[in-house]
């Protein structure tokens, strides 16, 4: 009887450990499938600027420092290999970007014109796109090194090689102060 017990205990603990670490494989995609998205996101981005740029460029020629900066968080973008790179590079385009729609903002006849209000409505759905793929990969990274840091399940994730993943920070402390809304009229 007591053979029994001890065979069942010890096919229990076998059954339990594969399932974990078969949790923590999972986790482990959803983690490359979010850093994926994001790089997809990130890309579909890179690809609109060169026609955002072309329709500031018509009416603002003159702001070629603006347009340096642009395709320099460009090419940034496409360079990133690393997830920090991204990152960083993710960082220099908002502020890129911020910049060329600041340059749009003082031609009115430049915002009248129907390619670059679809070209900035194009980039707000894209920037959405980012944040969700941003807020997935955080979800996914936040569950993947909760499993692997939890007990018992740390120690299949040890015996497994698992290691915690990073999350996707914002590298601008700037980025993270509230924005100021002036509401004087």
């Not at 009115?108 to 070209?119: D, G, H, M, Y």
Request: charged share 20%; net charge neutral; aromatic share 6%.
């Amino acid at each position: 009887m007591i053979s029994w017990i001890a065979i069942a205990a010890a096919l229990l603990l076998v059954l339990y450990a594969v399932t974990a670490y078969n949790r923590l494989v999972r986790l482990r995609n959803e983690c490359e499938q979010g850093a994926s998205s994001i790089d997809v996101q990130l890309k579909r981005r890179a690809d609109l600027i060169p026609n955002l740029v072309q329709s500031v460029k018509a009416y603002a020629g003159h702001e070629s420092a603006t347009f340096e900066a642009v395709s320099a968080a460009r090419a940034a973008t496409l360079a990133a290999a690393s997830l920090d790179a991204r990152a960083a590079a993710d960082g220099l385009m908002q502020s890129a970007i911020t910049g060329l729609i600041g340059v749009a903002e003082a031609y009115p006849k430049l915002r009248a014109v129907e390619s670059f209000t679809a070209l900035q409505a194009e980039l707000a759905d894209t920037e959405d796109r980012i944040a969700a793929a941003r807020r997935y990969y955080n979800t996914v990274v936040r569950n993947r090194n909760t499993a692997i840091q939890s007990v018992p399940t740390n120690v299949v994730a040890r015996l497994g090689g698992f290691a915690p993943a990073a999350f996707y920070r914002l590298e601008d402390d700037a980025d993270r102060e509230p924005v100021a809304v002036g509401l004087s009229t």
